[in-house]
T-cell receptor
Framework: EAGVAQSPRYKIIEKRQSVAFWCNPI?????LYWYQQILGQGPKLLIQ????????DSQLPKDRFSAERLKGVDSTLKIQPAKLEDSAVYLC??????????????FGSGTQLSVL | AQKVTQAQTEISVVEKEDVTLDCVYE???????LFWYKQPPSGELVFLIR??????QNEISGRYSWNFQKSTSSFNFTITASQVVDSAVYFC??????????????FGTGTRLQVTL
């Protein structure tokens, strides 16, 4: 079974530039998450989708971050304009539809973003 | 508000030693879930275990065991006879009561385990 695919693996940009990350979840997984992991910290949820609808985006800095999940499959996370403090690993995760509460998440390898 | 504390930033052990990773959590909910994830150098987090707040039975899976103590709000993880392949960052996480389709995980800051020969 293929895992959660993310690209690119690494990205270096200058502040005020824009950047986009892509994620393809495990086939059949209805729920998709974007997490931000700053060096030395645990992952922090940015946004959660159920199919193509947003379930939770309370921690997404909406003035600069946006995300979409068209057709309820793959997803794109965008930052525009980027700030130095956005340097982090952006992790995508997916889980099966809610057949039981708090199911385990399957994570991708992440995109490491460096903002100079 | 929920919080997860992993006080051990980094632990180094020699192969075959036993090691315990501590996790202390805070939540006001009576129903919640606790998790452990492993993050190897490749970057992806790998699920290890999920425990709900009503099940205080300890669990053993091969060399891994988990000790859940509600009285002290702790969910500690022990690796017996550690191996080099266990080297990774381990995260403890908490999810509060399942409501609808939302289940936000709050992660601790992680414990980096280094196992040497």
């Amino acid at each position: 079974e293929a895992g959660v695919a993310q690209s690119p693996r690494y990205k270096i940009i200058e502040k005020r530039q824009s950047v986009a990350f892509w994620c393809n979840p495990i086939s059949g997984h209805a729920t998709l998450y974007w997490y931000q992991q700053i060096l030395g910290q645990g992952p922090k949820l940015l946004i959660q989708f159920q199919n193509n609808g947003v379930v939770d985006d309370s921690q997404l800095p909406k003035d600069r971050f946006s995300a979409e999940r068209l057709k309820g499959v793959d997803s794109t996370l965008k930052i525009q304009p980027a700030k130095l403090e956005d340097s982090a690993v952006y992790l995508c995760a997916s889980s099966l539809d809610k057949t039981e509460p708090n199911e385990k998440l399957f994570f991708g390898s992440g995109t490491q973003l460096s903002v100079l | 508000a929920q919080k997860v504390t992993q006080a051990q930033t980094e632990i180094s052990v020699v192969e075959k030693e036993d090691v315990t990773l501590d996790c202390v959590y805070e939540t006001r909910d009576t129903t919640y879930y606790l998790f452990w994830y492993k993050q190897p150098p490749s970057g992806e987090l790998v699920f290890l275990i999920r425990r709900n707040s009503f099940d205080e039975q300890n669990e053993i899976s091969g060399r891994y065991s988990w000790n859940f103590q509600k009285s002290t709000s702790s969910f500690n993880f022990t690796i017996t006879a550690s191996q080099v392949v266990d080297s990774a960052v381990y995260f403890c996480a908490l999810s509060d009561t399942y409501t609808g389709t939302a289940s936000k995980l709050t992660f601790g800051t992680g414990t980096r385990l280094q196992v040497t020969l």
